[in-house]
């Protein structure tokens, strides 16, 4: 299963915002609901991101509203639009 960078389109949205969901989650190593530094960063490796460490902590800047470090649930949505956005989907 590989990763591409890529502009979405169309239909595909809905799609394609489910997969970041479930490659952000399943980068929740410890299975506590909370993204930190370190798992955004590895969903960024995933999707083939050129520097995941920074792509993560440009991340954090725009949706980690209060300030922890970390992604909670309130704030996935966020996250997954900020990818989305920069055109970060799964392909299959």
């Given at each position: 299963?590989?990763?591409?960078?890529?502009?979405?389109?169309?239909?595909?949205?809905?799609?394609?915002?489910?997969?970041?969901?479930?490659?952000?989650?399943?980068?929740?190593?410890?299975?506590?609901?909370?993204?930190?530094?370190?798992?955004i960063k590895k969903a960024f490796?995933?999707?083939?991101?050129?520097?995941?460490?920074?792509?993560?902590?440009?991340?954090?800047?725009?949706?980690?509203?209060?300030?922890?470090?970390?992604?909670?649930?309130?704030?996935?949505?966020?996250?997954?639009?900020?990818?989305?956005?920069?055109?970060?989907?799964?392909v299959s």
């Amino acid at each position: 299963m590989g990763y591409k960078h890529i502009v979405p389109k169309g239909p595909r949205t809905a799609a394609g915002k489910q997969e970041l969901r479930k490659v952000f989650m399943d980068c929740d190593i410890d299975d506590n609901r909370i993204l930190t530094k370190e798992e955004i960063k590895k969903a960024f490796d995933r999707f083939g991101s050129f520097f995941p460490g920074f792509r993560a902590w440009r991340a954090l800047q725009h949706v980690d509203k209060n300030k922890d470090g970390c992604v909670s649930v309130e704030e996935l949505d966020d996250l997954i639009e900020y990818a989305y956005k920069r055109g970060y989907i799964n392909v299959s």
